[in-house]
């Protein structure tokens, strides 16, 4: 079977794929990425420490 007959999805080479890259060029987008961040870290932090402190 050749290359350009293949079946299912193309499969590219580890050159060919990159990851992906975060642009925040305005400063509210900026804001709102680092807010997320830190709620991603504190929230659990704080209900851990409700229920321990409980």
Request: charged share 15%.
């Amino acid at each position: 079977m050749s290359d350009s007959q293949q079946k299912g999805p193309p499969t590219y080479s580890a050159e060919q794929v990159t990851q992906g890259k975060i642009i925040l060029r305005k400063p509210w987008q900026r804001i709102v990425f680092m807010t997320g961040l830190a709620a991603a870290v504190l929230l659990p932090l704080a209900a851990l420490a409700v229920y321990y402190f409980r």
